[in-house]
């Protein structure tokens, strides 16, 4: 299996780390970081501390790749014509439930802003966009915890 996360716009470097951290326990394959999204090294080339703080060395041990957030549109293309199923966690009028989604042996999995979720020009391109069902007072949970609960879920 092919499992691969593309980061829309993530702004904390706490929750990237957190993600990287959980993909590297599931063997997620890639790590596509877009945009404002964090990444391990800082624009010196330098290991970032606050991110390894959180990662724990994840960071060294799943591949990862920053992309200018005007790419992922054509990443997202490339990776269709390559047979992945694209997938973004997100709320939207045309969600389900993510305990219905099933995951191919290619998937991309489109992960979004902690304010603004995942960008309208991705939501496009998903094949399926999978919602984590809210039954308290909050709206959404933290982006960190929302891709664990989804990934331990669709790689069960």
């Known amino acids: 299996m092919k499992i691969f996360l593309l980061l829309d716009n993530i702004r904390s470097v706490y929750n990237v780390g ?12 890639k790590i596509y970081c877009s945009g404002t999204t964090p990444v391990p090294i800082d624009r010196f080339g330098r290991r970032r501390k606050d991110f390894a ?26 990776l269709k014509k390559e047979g992945f199923q694209i997938i973004a966690l997100e709320q939207a009028k045309n969600s389900i439930d993510y305990k219905k ?38 709206e959404s949970l933290n982006v960190s915890v929302a891709t664990g609960i989804f990934l331990f879920r669709l790689l069960d």
């Open 18 to 29: 957190s993600i990287f951290r959980t993909a590297e326990t599931l063997g997620i394959s």
């Open 53 to 78: 703080k959180v990662s724990l060395g994840a960071e060294n041990m799943v591949a990862w790749e920053y992309i200018e957030e005007l790419k992922a549109i054509s990443l997202i293309e490339k």
């Open 101 to 138: 989604v099933k995951v191919g042996t290619k998937t991309l999995v489109i992960l979004g802003n902690e304010v603004d979720g995942v960008s309208e020009s991705l939501l496009k391109l998903a094949d399926t966009i999978a919602e984590i069902p809210m039954k308290g007072w909050k």
